[in-house]
Protein backbone atom coordinates (compact mmCIF):
# COMPACT_ATOMS: atom_id res chain seq x y z
CA UNK A 1 0.00 0.00 0.00
CA UNK A 2 1.55 3.38 -0.67
CA UNK A 3 -0.68 6.42 -0.54
CA UNK A 4 -0.55 9.72 -2.54
CA UNK A 5 -3.08 12.33 -1.56
CA UNK A 6 -3.45 15.63 -3.59
CA UNK A 7 -6.55 18.49 -4.49
CA UNK A 8 -5.75 20.58 -1.37
CA UNK A 9 -5.52 24.01 -1.93
CA UNK A 10 -7.15 27.64 -1.06
CA UNK A 11 -10.84 28.08 -1.63
CA UNK A 12 -13.63 30.60 0.01
CA UNK A 13 -15.95 29.62 2.32
CA UNK A 14 -18.80 28.12 1.15
CA UNK A 15 -16.82 26.71 -1.87
CA UNK A 16 -16.13 23.04 -2.52
CA UNK A 17 -12.61 20.84 -3.49
CA UNK A 18 -12.36 17.15 -4.28
CA UNK A 19 -9.43 15.54 -2.52
CA UNK A 20 -8.28 12.05 -4.28
CA UNK A 21 -6.04 9.59 -2.80
CA UNK A 22 -4.14 7.13 -5.22
CA UNK A 23 -2.89 3.69 -3.56
CA UNK A 24 -0.10 2.65 -6.29
CA UNK A 25 -0.48 -0.68 -4.33
CA UNK A 26 -1.93 -4.02 -5.48
CA UNK A 27 -4.27 -4.87 -2.90
CA UNK A 28 -6.85 -1.73 -2.68
CA UNK A 29 -9.66 -3.58 -2.42
CA UNK A 30 -8.62 -5.42 0.48
CA UNK A 31 -8.85 -2.35 3.07
CA UNK A 32 -11.33 0.02 4.40
CA UNK A 33 -10.37 3.65 3.54
CA UNK A 34 -10.58 6.87 5.54
CA UNK A 35 -9.95 10.59 5.22
CA UNK A 36 -8.67 12.11 8.41
CA UNK A 37 -7.02 15.57 9.32
CA UNK A 38 -5.12 18.04 11.46
CA UNK A 39 -5.31 21.67 12.67
CA UNK A 40 -2.92 23.53 13.56
CA UNK A 41 -1.91 22.86 17.26
CA UNK A 42 -5.02 20.08 17.58
CA UNK A 43 -5.06 16.38 17.45
CA UNK A 44 -5.77 13.91 14.18
CA UNK A 45 -8.97 13.79 13.99
CA UNK A 46 -11.52 11.30 12.06
CA UNK A 47 -13.53 12.85 8.86
CA UNK A 48 -15.06 10.39 6.87
CA UNK A 49 -14.21 6.19 6.40
CA UNK A 50 -15.38 3.56 3.43
CA UNK A 51 -15.54 -0.24 3.25
CA UNK A 52 -14.06 -1.99 1.26
CA UNK A 53 -16.76 -2.13 -1.71
CA UNK A 54 -17.86 1.33 -1.10
CA UNK A 55 -21.20 0.19 0.09
CA UNK A 56 -21.25 1.90 3.48
CA UNK A 57 -19.88 5.19 4.31
CA UNK A 58 -19.16 6.54 8.10
CA UNK A 59 -18.58 10.43 8.87
CA UNK A 60 -17.83 12.36 11.96
CA UNK A 61 -20.90 14.56 12.92
CA UNK A 62 -19.16 18.39 11.52
CA UNK A 63 -18.99 17.32 7.53
CA UNK A 64 -21.99 15.30 7.31
CA UNK A 65 -24.08 16.40 4.63
CA UNK A 66 -21.45 18.49 3.07
CA UNK A 67 -18.84 15.97 2.51
CA UNK A 68 -19.37 12.72 0.70
CA UNK A 69 -16.34 9.84 0.50
CA UNK A 70 -16.33 7.34 -2.33
CA UNK A 71 -14.07 4.74 -4.03
CA UNK A 72 -12.87 3.26 -7.29
CA UNK A 73 -11.52 -0.29 -6.82
CA UNK A 74 -11.14 -0.21 -10.45
CA UNK A 75 -8.81 3.17 -10.33
CA UNK A 76 -7.55 2.34 -6.80
CA UNK A 77 -8.19 5.83 -5.66
CA UNK A 78 -10.71 7.44 -2.71
CA UNK A 79 -12.06 10.45 -2.81
CA UNK A 80 -13.22 13.08 -0.71
CA UNK A 81 -15.70 15.62 -1.87
CA UNK A 82 -16.29 18.42 0.09
CA UNK A 83 -18.60 20.87 -0.37
CA UNK A 84 -20.00 24.21 2.01
CA UNK A 85 -16.51 24.25 3.07
CA UNK A 86 -16.10 26.15 6.18
CA UNK A 87 -12.74 27.60 7.67
CA UNK A 88 -12.98 25.25 10.60
CA UNK A 89 -12.57 22.97 7.75
CA UNK A 90 -8.70 24.17 7.21
CA UNK A 91 -6.68 21.56 8.25
CA UNK A 92 -4.07 19.27 6.27
CA UNK A 93 -6.49 16.04 5.57
CA UNK A 94 -4.58 12.32 5.51
CA UNK A 95 -5.70 9.40 3.41
CA UNK A 96 -5.65 6.22 5.57
CA UNK A 97 -6.02 2.31 4.93
CA UNK A 98 -6.67 -0.48 7.35
CA UNK A 99 -7.86 -3.70 7.62
CA UNK A 100 -10.97 -2.31 10.27
CA UNK A 101 -13.92 -0.48 8.37
CA UNK A 102 -15.35 2.59 9.45
CA UNK A 103 -13.13 3.16 12.52
CA UNK A 104 -12.50 6.49 13.70
CA UNK A 105 -8.96 5.70 15.68
CA UNK A 106 -6.05 6.90 14.16
CA UNK A 107 -4.26 3.73 15.54
CA UNK A 108 -5.97 1.43 13.80
CA UNK A 109 -5.05 2.33 10.27
CA UNK A 110 -1.97 0.71 8.87
CA UNK A 111 -1.22 3.06 6.26
CA UNK A 112 -0.97 6.98 5.76
CA UNK A 113 -0.33 8.98 2.99
CA UNK A 114 1.83 12.47 3.31
CA UNK A 115 -1.02 14.86 4.01
CA UNK A 116 -2.91 17.49 1.82
CA UNK A 117 -3.08 21.45 3.13
CA UNK A 118 -6.79 22.64 2.99
CA UNK A 119 -7.31 26.12 3.35
CA UNK A 120 -10.58 27.68 3.93
CA UNK A 121 -10.65 31.32 3.95
CA UNK A 122 -13.79 33.46 5.43
Known amino acids: VQLQASGGGLVQAGGSLRLSCLDSGRTFSNYGRAWFRQAPGKEREFVAA????????FYTDSVKGRFIITRDNVKNTVDLQMNSLKPEDTAVYYC????????????????WGQGTLVTVSS
Open 50 to 57: INLNGGRT
Open 96 to 111: AAGTLTGSRRTNEYDF
